[in-house]
């Protein structure tokens, strides 16, 4: 994995005193490797939002969130640009701006996080286009004969 992708876990811990909590981590590799063994998680206390470590079996690993330069990734979808290729689009809603990186068993093989897109729907929609390349003319003319709910889709 590479130091642009970080991944959140979200896991059960059994603790010592048999309770079960929930916490989470950033982690390099996939904690569900390791259930049944002793894991630390950062859990909230209920104290005015404070956390604190706490240590127990590992039971279960509940979600995990893909991060691209410390943001949420929006969309990873699987692409055929060679073994376990990948589009992902992050970006910071609230700042409005997106960007896409491709990534191959993990590695980012291409990344531009200064694009700057407006919106997450066109950054996958140019990333799609890095991909495959701009749609023949005959393609988009039969998507135009589909019907209009495909030509609202193929021009969003």
């Known amino acids: 994995m590479s130091s642009a992708e ?4 979200t896991l059960v811990v059994k603790t010592d005193q048999g309770d079960m909590v929930t ?23 209920g104290d005015q939002g404070r956390k604190k470590d706490v240590e127990g079996e590992l039971v279960a690993v509940l ?24 589009l992902v689009v992050y970006g910071d809603g609230s700042m409005g701006w997106y960007a896409w990186q491709l990534r191959r068993g993990g590695q980012v093989v291409q990344d531009d996080p ?12 140019d990333a799609l286009i890095e991909v495959y ?24």
């Open 6 to 9: 970080r991944v959140e876990y």
């Open 114 to 125: 200064d694009a700057g897109y407006g919106s997450p729907e066109v950054a996958l929609r």
């Open 63 to 86: 979600k995990a969130q893909r991060y691209a330069h410390g943001h949420p990734a929006l969309y990873d979808v699987p692409v055929d640009a060679g073994p376990d290729s990948r």
């Open 133 to 156: 390349g701009m749609p023949q003319q005959q393609e988009l003319d039969a998507l135009m004969q589909r019907g209009p709910e495909t030509r609202i889709l193929a021009f969003q």
């Open 23 to 45: 916490g989470t981590i950033f982690w390099d590799e996939d904690p569900t490797t390791r259930v049944g063994e002793r894991f630390w998680v950062e859990v909230e206390t």
